[in-house]
């Protein structure tokens, strides 16, 4: 059974920085690329970035140069490195695995996902 878990959130200053990690099970990062979604309250779902089996980045115009995802093939664990934190990067961030990506080359879906978590930046 594949599994995402999700975890990392919390209460940061603007500025400050937080690293996300989604721990996989019931596949291997071999198999399958990782994505992290986000979203805010009252906004549509953002996919923020993407790292794939062979280790190849995708990243989200906002926040590009701020966030750095990594994966530890050993743990199963894809990081999402976040730094210079925004107010506008609150919301709940969401892993999924099997990341599909639109015409427009952004990432859209996923097919499996794990419970969010939840990233609160203050002013």
């Known amino acids: 059974e594949v599994q995402l878990q999700a975890s990392g959130g919390g209460l940061v200053l603007a500025g400050g920085s937080l690293r996300l990690s989604c721990a996989a099970s019931?596949?291997?990062?071999?198999?399958?690329?990782i994505a992290w979604f986000r979203q805010a309250p009252g906004k549509e779902r953002e996919g923020v970035s993407c790292i794939s089996s062979d280790g190849s980045t995708y990243y989200a115009d906002s926040v590009k140069g701020r966030f750095t995802i990594s994966s530890d093939n050993a743990k199963n664990t894809v990081y999402l490195q976040m730094n210079s934190l925004k107010p506008e990067d609150t919301a709940v961030y969401y892993c999924?695995?099997?990341?599909?990506?639109?015409?427009?080359?952004?990432?859209?879906?996923?097919?499996?996902w794990g419970q969010g978590t939840l990233v609160t930046v203050s002013s």
């Open positions: 019931g596949f291997t990062l071999d198999d399958y690329a």
């Open positions: 999924t695995a099997r990341p599909l990506f639109g015409p427009e080359g952004k990432l859209v879906s996923g097919d499996y």
